[in-house]
Nanobody
Framework: QVQLIESGGGLVRTGGSLTLSCTASGKFDSIDAMAWYRQAPGKERELVAHITRTARTDYADSVKGRFTIFRGNAGNTVYLQMNSLKPEDTAVYFC???????????????????WGSGTLVTVSA
């Protein structure tokens, strides 16, 4: 089991900034990728930003140039720096991670897909 704990959500005015953090703990040997998703009321969950083990990043078009995803020095924490926030960014933000665990002496791995419980970001007009 891998647990993801998110923090950093809150209420901010249009144009403001917030930084979300997500820390992974549990039994895994490496991190394959981590990502942030969001789900607004009445809408489906959507991918916001993604970072691979090689630090390659991808962003939803709606947040490009405003949001930055990056990993902490310890490697098991991922951040989402959100600038120039808009009311349409209001949503519950979920952290997702894909973790690898070695299962035998030959080095075979299994992938563990984990989700955090979400943190609410509210942007007021």
């Amino acid at each position: 089991q891998v647990q993801l704990i998110e923090s950093g959500g809150g209420l901010v005015r249009t144009g403001g900034s917030l930084t979300l953090s997500c820390t992974a703990s549990g039994k895994f040997d490496s991190i394959d990728a981590m990502a942030w998703y969001r789900q607004a009321p009445g809408k489906e969950r959507e991918l916001v930003a993604h970072i691979t083990r090689t630090a390659r990043t991808d962003y939803a078009d709606s947040v490009k140039g405003r949001f930055t995803i990056f990993r902490g020095n310890a490697g098991n924490t991922v951040y989402l720096q959100m600038n120039s926030l808009k009311p349409e960014d209001t949503a519950v933000y979920f952290c997702n991670g894909k973790f690898l665990r070695v299962v035998n002496v030959e080095g075979a791995t299994v992938t563990i897909n984990s989700w955090g419980s979400g943190t609410l970001v509210t942007v007021s007009a």
